[in-house]
């Protein structure tokens, strides 16, 4: 089965650059999706298709994927982007739906 | 009012089974497919089934195939998952969500707030 690789955390001050990783075999070869989970809440989409952006989230948000590493970027890291985030893509091998192990940012 | 909104969830003794439901609101629901996702206590999520709008295609995760029965009423809009023959394992906050059906049908465009199930004796 596919698997997707992501810290376990990361750390950054406020005001600057979060940067979240997902690793998978050839995952730039597929569509990586990005969830944002606060504590206590339902996930919430902040990418979709590797860098497209649903309404109502911050420009603040982009996304990469290419080779085996898909990234989430956040910029002006803002005390209310801690959370943590998972990464997902579908397995067509197995027609399975795929999370990552989630990252938790922590805004400094 | 766009919105999922989860039910049937409980404590329940190994071996036993429960049936949740997801009722929708504010959208057509026949016309997307939806998806059943729990997580654990400190676990990531994990994908458990999907339903296609016409309740006549379903996928299984391994771990609950057998076990879990995924349907559809989309005369009363409600998302249902039948577990039978519940395991500690299956302990989790258990959250139904909407196909990005336009965007990418292989994302998940909107969560309900789930519904707790513990499977304990």
């Known amino acids: 089965s596919y698997e997707l690789t992501q810290p376990l955390s990361v750390s950054v001050a406020l005001g600057q650059t979060a940067t979240i990783t997902c690793g998978g075999n050839?995952?730039?070869?597929?569509?990586v999706h990005w969830y944002q989970q606060k504590p206590g809440q339902a996930p919430v989409v902040v990418m979709y298709?590797?860098?497209n952006r649903p309404s109502g989230i911050p420009e603040r948000f982009s996304g990469s994927n290419s080779g085996n590493t898909a990234t989430l970027t956040i910029s002006r890291a803002q005390a209310g982007d801690e959370a943590d985030y998972y990464c997902?893509?579908?397995?067509?091998?197995?027609?399975?739906?795929?999370f990552g192990a989630g990252t938790k940012v922590t805004v400094l | 009012q766009v919105q999922l909104v989860e039910s049937g969830g409980g404590a329940v003794q190994p071996g036993r089974s429960l049936r949740l439901a997801c009722a929708a609101s504010g959208f057509s629901f026949s016309t997307y497919g939806m998806h059943w996702v729990r997580q654990a206590p400190g676990k990531r999520l994990e994908w458990v089934a999907i339903i296609w709008s016409d309740g006549n295609s379903k996928k299984y995760a391994d771990s609950v195939k057998g076990r879990f029965t995924i349907s559809r009423d989309n005369s009363k809009n409600t998302l249902y998952l039948q577990m039978d023959s519940l395991r500690a394992e299956d302990t989790a906050i258990y959250y139904c969500a909407r196909v990005a059906v336009g965007i990418d049908v292989n994302a998940f465009d909107m969560w309900g707030q789930g519904t707790q199930v513990t499977v304990s004796s």
């Open positions: 997902q893509v579908w397995d067509g091998s197995t027609a399975h739906f795929v």
């Open positions: 298709r590797d860098s």
């Open positions: 050839k995952i730039g070869n597929k569509n």
